[in-house]
């Protein structure tokens, strides 16, 4: 159980910077997701903070200690890879047992953490197997035992879970939520999967370029992205977003005509913004409903039952993606209109930055 604090961290290899002042602080037995495109640097991070790698500048406090320049294993870190790499010849128990072999533990003190780690993965009956004899989320299990056994102040996992099929990480991913809540560890996680920072973590940091584009949680990341990088990364479909121009500004927020036929005002606070600026209406599939608005040539439909999944485009070119109720009476072929709630809409900037929204205006007594 730790805390951990980087500050100011940044890291180039050669000439080439990947890293560029990443302040993050951590709380204990927090449940943290770094997710990013692949490239962003999520790796590189991990293994600075691991002690694989060394920061080009910056400070890594684990529980308010500088922990910079100690070697690895000084750390109390414990990393998971995504290639799992575990000894063949060895069974599951001498796999998992192994940092404590090389630690030199006794052997009653070995058979008490192994078999801990063992009922809390589920592999008590697995001790005696050979890895080849495993499934690959097993396989994965046995890789983590062998991080639990070492009891680390802070447990790092490097995309852990895409080497296995989508049934399996669901399974694993509802696993390790109950496992970090079992050890009451404080965890980072990387993956460049939304869906898994999504379902797992308490707070998501969103890399870019090397940069943190935003901290926050989950739910706070869905309905208040800071960016369009923010906005079209997180949530499923991705939000669709609409070319517009602002043709007024006052109190109510800012008027624009989106192309494609609609004129509305947003409720957001618009800055500088003026009228003839180009900016982008951000709208989830899942607040577009069927009505008077934007009009839009249904080219596909994905009838997932409770949703039904639209896609196609307006007149002028326009993609448009809509998550509708599952029973809509609407066709592949047809035209559709499409409204949504202006307070539902995100309004972006030309350096891709969102306008805040205006508070809700209070109701009248
Ligand atoms: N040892 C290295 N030498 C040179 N460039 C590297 C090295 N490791 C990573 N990079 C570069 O740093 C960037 C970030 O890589 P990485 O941290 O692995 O990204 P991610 O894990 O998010 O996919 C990439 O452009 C990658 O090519
Ligand atoms: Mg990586």
């Given at each position: 159980m730790a805390t951990l604090e980087l500050s100011a961290l940044t890291k180039s290899f050669g000439t080439a910077q990947v890293l560029h002042g990443i302040d993050l602080a951590v709380r204990d037995r927090e449940f943290v997701v770094f997710v990013g495109?692949?490239?962003?640097?999520k790796s590189t991070l991990l293994r600075i903070i691991a002690g694989l790698e060394e920061a080009s500048a910056g400070r890594i406090l684990i529980d308010g200690v500088d922990?910079?320049?100690?070697a690895p294993v000084d750390r109390g870190i414990s990393m998971v890879f995504?290639?799992?790499?575990?000894?063949?010849?060895?069974t599951v128990f001498e796999n998992i047992a192994f940092p404590l072999r090389v630690a030199r533990l006794p052997e009653a003190e070995v058979r008490q953490k192994v078999g801990r780690a063992a009922e809390i993965l589920q592999l008590n009956d697995k001790l005696?197997?050979?890895?080849?004899?495993?499934s690959g989320g097993q396989r994965q299990r046995v890789a983590i035992g062998r991080s639990i056994v070492?009891?680390?102040?802070v447990f790092l996992f490097d995309?852990?879970?895409?080497?296995?099929d989508a049934a399996l990480r669901g399974e694993m991913r509802v696993e390790l939520s109950a496992l970090q809540r079992d050890l009451d560890a404080t965890m980072i996680f990387v993956t460049h999967d939304q869906i898994e920072a999504m379902t797992m973590a308490h707070r998501i940091v969103v890399l870019n370029k090397g940069r943190i584009e935003q901290f926050g949680t989950p739910m706070e990341l869905y309905h208040?992205?800071?960016?369009r990088f923010v906005a079209t990364f997180i949530g499923q479909p991705n939000m669709n977003l609409l070319p517009a121009t602002v043709v007024g500004t006052d109190k109510d927020g800012l008027t624009v005509d989106i192309a494609g036929g609609a004129r509305m005002t947003l409720p957001?606070?618009?800055?500088?913004a003026q009228k003839g600026d180009a900016v982008e209406v951000g709208i989830r599939p899942e607040n577009l409903r069927l009505g008077k608005g934007l009009s839009m040539k249904l080219r596909v439909l994905e009838r997932l039952g409770g949703t039904a999944i639209s896609y196609g485009a307006t007149q002028t070119g326009q993609k448009i993606c809509a998550a509708l109720?599952?029973?809509?009476?609407v066709r592949e072929g047809e035209d559709i209109g499409l409204t949504f709630a202006p307070q539902d809409a995100h309004v972006f900037d030309n350096a891709g930055r969102v306008m805040r929204r205006l508070a809700a205006p209070a109701l009248a007594a």
């Open positions: 495109p692949s490239g962003c640097g922990v910079s320049q100690a995504q290639s799992y790499a575990l000894y063949p010849h060895l005696q197997l050979k890895p080849g004899q495993l070492r009891n680390p102040k995309e852990p879970l895409s080497n296995l208040h992205p800071a960016t957001v606070d618009f800055g500088t109720a599952g029973d809509s009476p």
